[in-house]
C-alpha cells in the first residue's frame, strides 16, 4: 500500500511494522509527531515520560523484558537521556531498543543546533541515518534487527527537514515476534558494577570494530558510480541535495553514520579522482575518513552552521546561482503568544515590575519579544528555577528581590521540580512562577502529569502544582488569575518582596485545547471609537488581535479583530478611558 | 514521463490553512502517479508566523525543498508573504495569490506600517500573477474559511492534472460535513481566468 508519509510518521509506522510494543518519550520539535502516530496502532503501549531520561529509563526495562521497544526525543533531549544511554551501550538489549534523536540543523524551533552524530561515536552506539520517508521506514525496521543481532541499542538519526518532510513510502505488515516478554535475570550484563561493566567496555569496543567492517556489506552504505570525476560521502538529507544540485557525482551514501564502514570508504576513494563529504553541521565523517590518511574535501566549503539547501550546495560546489528576484525589505512576522494567551498578563506585570526574569522552553518564552520584552534568560528545560538560585546567591539583597523564574508547567515536571527542591534546601530566595496552561502547549498541546490525561486519551491522575509545592517545603504558595492584572500585580510585587523561596501558580489553560470545557473563550472586545483617545496603552501587551489604525482620528485609534479575539479582557484593564468593551 | 520536476512553492500566515493545501496537492499528485515530496517547518508556525511549504513531483524527486529561483508557481495565501517569498520563484514562473493583508505584529502596534501596493508590486514582477478574490468567493460557496480550496482551485488549472484526481485527494483529505462546500470552492477556483 502506498501513501504520503512524514519522516515521523513512517517511524512510527516502522516501529509498527517490527513489533514494537512499548513507545515512550518527551514531546520536542521536530520529533513529536512520532509518538502521537504509535498511538494509531494499538499493539504498541504509547506514552509521554516527564522528561528523555525518563522516557529512555521506560524503553530500557521493557527491552531488559525482552520487548521490542521505541523511544523518540529532539537533539537537546539527549542532553538529558545521556546518563542512562551511556551505560546502556555497555549493557546491550534484550529486545530491540531504538532511539530516535531529531536534530534540527539550523534551528527552526530549538536554542542550539547540537550534531547528534557525535553522541553515536561518543556513547559508542551504531547510528542509522535514513533520507526520505521510505527509509524511515525501512531503517527503524533494520535498526531493531541491528539492536538485537549486535547487542546494543541503536540510535536512529533524522534531521528537521527528514522528520517533517512528506514523500512517498510503500508500507508492509507487521512482524509477530514469537518472543514473549518476560523476566529473565542476567547480572553479569544488566548490573552495570564496575566489575561487570569493565568486561562489558571490551564487548562494546568488539562490537564497534565488528559494525564497521559489516557496515560495508551492509545495503543501506552503498556506492553509486556515475560519469562524473568527483566523488562526494554524504548521508542523510544532504544526500537528497547532492543529487539534486550535483546530478554527474558518485556518491557514497552512508546509511549507517556510526561507526563507519572505512573499507569501503577507502575503496571509494581510489575510484574518483577528487573525494567530497558533504555532510551538515559538524566535520563528523570528514575529521574520520581524514584520521585514516584519505584527503577530502569538506568543512572548507560548506558551513559548518545551518542546514544544507540545494542551492547551498550549488553555491559550495561553484556553479551559477539561479536568478532571485530581487524584493524591498519587509516587516518581519515573528510567532506571537495567542490572543487571550494566559501568560500575556504575566509577562506585561513583570516588565512593569522590572523583574529579571529567568526563563524556560516553551510559549511562554515568546516573552522575551517586545512589546513585552520580559525574559532576560533561557538556557535549557528545567533550566529557569536553577539558574534564579545562583543569581540570587551572589546579588545584593536589593537586586535579589528582582530575581523571578518562569517556568511551565510540562517544563516543570520535566525538571524544573529538581531546581525547585534545590532552591527550597538551599535557601534560595526567588520568586518562581509556575504558567500552569494545564498541556503542554508549545509542541502543540500534548497532555502531561499535570493535565490529567495520558496519550492513549486515558483520564489520570493530575498533579496538584500546589500540595506538591507544600511538600517539597515551600511555605509561600499562592495561585492566582493571570488575566487579572491587579492580582498579577499585587501577588508577584509582594512575593518579590519576600526575603525566601515563594511559588505563584497560574490557573488558566491554554486558549489552544481541544478538549472540551477546559478553555471558553470570552465574548469578543471592541474598541468605542469615541472613547478611544488613541493613548496606546492596550498596544502594550502585543496581542495580534489589536491594531493600531493610523488613519483613523487625530492620533490614530485601536482597533480589535473580533475574529481573532478571545475576550480574556486584559487589555481592557488597560484601558483608562473604558473605551474598550464587550462588542454588542 | 518526462523528467522535468515541477516545483510549487505556497507561502502565508500560520493558520490559513497552507499545510492542509500542501497535503491535498502532494495526495493529487501521487494519485496522478508521480513521485512527490512536500516540506515545510512546523513548531512555532501555527502562532500567526509566515509559513512556507515546498511541493515538488515528478518522475523522481531528489530533495525536498525548492531551489531559489526554481519555483514554477507561487502559490500565496497573504499579499505580503507572497512578495517576500518571489525570490523562490523562476524568472517568468506563475503567482496564484489571494488579495489578502494580514497585518504582523510591529504593524499591529504601529511601530512600522504594512507595504503599499504589494499586489501591484507582485504583478510588476511576475506579469503571469492572478489576483483571487479567496475570501468573497469562499463565502459565496458557503463557508469564509474555504478560501484555501479557492486558490487551490486556481492553482489546479495551471496544472496539467486530470481533475479526477483533485476531486479524489479533496475527498479524501477534507473532513465529510465541510466537503460540499470545498468541492464548490474548488470549482469556482477553477473556474477562474
Avoid at chain 1, 380 to 394: L, Q
Wanted: proline content about 5%; hydrophobic content about 40%; overall charge negative.
Amino acid at each position: 500500500m502506498k501513501e504520503i508519509l512524514s519522516g515521523n510518521e513512517a517511524i512510527a509506522r516502522g516501529a509498527y511494522e517490527a513489533g514494537v510494543k512499548v513507545a515512550c518519550a518527551y514531546p520536542g520539535t521536530p520529533s513529536t509527531e512520532i509518538l502521537e502516530n504509535t498511538i494509531r496502532y494499538r499493539e504498541i503501549d504509547s506514552s509521554w515520560a516527564t522528561n528523555e531520561k525518563v522516557a529512555l529509563e521506560v524503553g530500557i526495562g521493557a527491552s531488559f523484558v525482552g520487548a521490542r521497544s521505541l523511544v523518540t526525543m529532539k537533539h537537546v533531549g539527549v542532553n538529558v537521556a545521556a546518563d542512562p544511554l551511556f551505560t546502556l551501550s555497555y549493557t546491550g538489549v534484550n529486545g530491540g531498543l531504538v532511539l530516535v534523536c531529531a536534530d534540527d540543523p539550523e534551528l527552526h524551533s530549538s536554542q542550539n543546533e547540537q550534531d547528534s552524530r557525535n553522541y553515536a561515536k561518543f556513547a559508542k552506539v551504531p547510528m542509522l541515518e535514513p533520507a526520505d520517508s521510505q527509509e524511515c521506514l525501512e531503517f527503524t525496521k533494520l535498526a531493531y534487527e541491528i539492536s538485537e543481532k549486535y547487542d546494543t541499542p541503536v540510535l536512529l538519526r533524522t534531521t528537521t527537514r527528514i522528520s517533517h518532510s512528506k514523500s512517498v513510502v510503500n508500507m508492509g505488515e507487521r512482524t509477530d515476534l514469537v518472543r514473549e516478554a518476560k523476566i529473565e535475570k542476567n547480572a553479569a550484563k544488566f548490573v552495570m558494577l564496575p566489575g561487570n561493566a569493565r568486561v562489558r567496555h571490551v564487548v562494546v569496543e568488539d562490537r564497534t570494530v565488528q559494525l564497521s567492517k559489516d557496515g560495508c556489506s551492509m545495503p543501506i552504505n552503498r556506492v553509486e558510480m556515475r560519469e562524473g570525476k568527483i566523488g562526494v560521502i554524504t548521508s542523510g538529507i544532504a544526500y537528497q541535495h547532492v543529487r539534486e544540485a550535483l546530478p554527474e557525482a558518485s556518491v557514497l551514501k552512508l546509511g549507517m553514520v556510526h561507526p563507519l564502514p572505512f573499507d569501503l570508504i577507502r575503496e571509494f576513494a581510489a575510484k574518483v579522482e577528487k573525494l567530497y563529504v558533504v555532510e551538515e553541521l559538524d566535520p563528523f565523517i570528514e575529521e574520520q575518513v581524514k584520521a585514516i590518511g584519505i584527503p577530502v574535501i569538506g568543512k572548507e566549503i560548506i558551513s559548518i552552521c545551518g542546514e544544507l539547501t540545494p542551492g547551498r550546495v550549488r553555491k559550495a560546489f561553484g556553479l551559477p546561482e539561479n536568478a532571485a528576484t530581487a524584493v524591498e525589505k519587509l516587516p518581519g512576522r515573528p510567532p506571537n503568544m495567542c490572543p487571550g494567551c494566559p501568560h500575556r498578563g504575566v509577562f506585561y506585570t513583570l516588565n512593569q515590575l522590572k523583574a529579571y526574569v529567568s526563563g524556560d522552553i516553551g510559549c511562554y518564552t515568546l516573552g522575551f519579544m517586545p512589546p513585552l520584552s520580559a525574559m532576560d534568560t533561557c538556557v535549557c528545560m528545567g533550566a529557569s528555577i536553577g539558574m534564579a538560585t545562583g543569581a540570587v546567591k551572589v546579588l545584593s539583597p536589593e537586586e535579589r528581590k528582582k530575581v523571578v523564574a518562569v517556568i511551565g508547567d510540562s517544563t516543570f515536571l520535566h525538571t524544573g521540580i529538581n531546581g525547585l527542591m534545590d532552591m527550597v534546601y538551599n535557601k534560595g530566595a526567588a520568586t518562581v512562577i509556575i504558567l500552569d496552561n494545564r498541556i503542554t502547549a508549545m509542541t502543540g498541546r500534548q497532555e502531561n502529569p499535570g493535565s490529567g490525561h495520558t496519550l492513549m486519551n486515558d483520564p489520570t491522575n493530575a498533579v496538584d502544582f500546589e500540595l506538591l509545592c507544600k511538600a517539597i517545603g515551600v511555605k509561600n504558595v499562592r495561585t492566582i488569575n493571570p488575566l487579572d492584572l491587579d492580582e498579577c500585580r499585587t501577588v508577584i510585587s509582594e512575593e518579590m518582596e519576600r526575603p525566601e523561596t515563594s511559588v505563584i501558580i497560574t490557573d488558566k489553560p491554554c486558549v489552544l485545547i481541544k478538549r472540551e470545557g477546559i478553555f471558553k473563550a470570552g465574548a469578543p472586545l471592541q474598541v468605542v471609537e469615541e472613547s478611544c483617545t488613541g493613548c496606546r496603552a492596550c498596544l502594550k501587551i502585543g496581542c495580534p488581535a489589536i491594531e493600531w489604525v493610523p488613519s483613523s482620528g487625530k492620533k490614530g485609534k485601536a482597533h480589535i479583530d473580533p475574529l481573532l479575539c478571545n475576550g480574556c479582557d486584559v487589555c481592557s484593564q488597560l484601558c483608562k478611558f473604558s473605551a474598550i468593551q464587550e462588542a454588542k | 514521463m518526462s523528467d522535468k520536476v515541477t516545483n510549487i512553492v505556497l507561502v502565508g500566515v500560520g493558520g490559513q490553512g497552507i499545510l492542509l493545501a500542501a497535503e491535498i496537492l502532494s495526495e493529487t499528485f501521487m494519485l496522478a502517479g508521480f513521485d512527490v515530496k512536500k516540506s515545510e517547518i512546523h513548531g512555532m508556525s501555527q502562532r500567526g508566523g509566515s509559513v512556507v511549504s515546498h511541493v515538488r513531483y515528478g518522475k523522481e524527486v531528489f530533495s525536498p525543498m525548492v531551489p531559489e529561483g526554481e519555483g514554477d508557481i507561487l502559490f500565496g495565501f497573504e499579499l505580503m508573504e507572497s512578495y517576500r517569498y518571489l525570490s523562490l520563484l523562476k524568472p517568468g514562473g506563475a503567482v496564484v495569490v489571494n488579495d489578502l493583508c494580514i497585518a504582523p505584529p510591529a504593524v499591529l502596534v504601529g511601530q512600522e506600517s504594512y507595504p503599499a501596493d504589494m499586489a501591484l508590486k507582485i504583478q510588476e514582477l511576475c506579469p503571469d500573477c492572478l489576483l483571487v478574490d479567496g475570501q468573497n468567493l469562499a463565502i459565496q460557496a458557503g463557508n469564509a474559511r474555504a478560501a484555501n480550496t479557492v486558490l487551490l482551485g486556481a492553482v489546479s488549472k495551471r496544472l496539467d492534472i486530470e481533475e479526477k484526481y483533485w476531486i479524489e485527494a479533496i475527498e479524501k483529505m477534507v473532513p465529510k460535513k465541510a466537503l460540499e462546500v470545498n468541492l464548490k470552492a474548488f470549482e469556482m477556483g477553477r473556474g477562474l481566468k
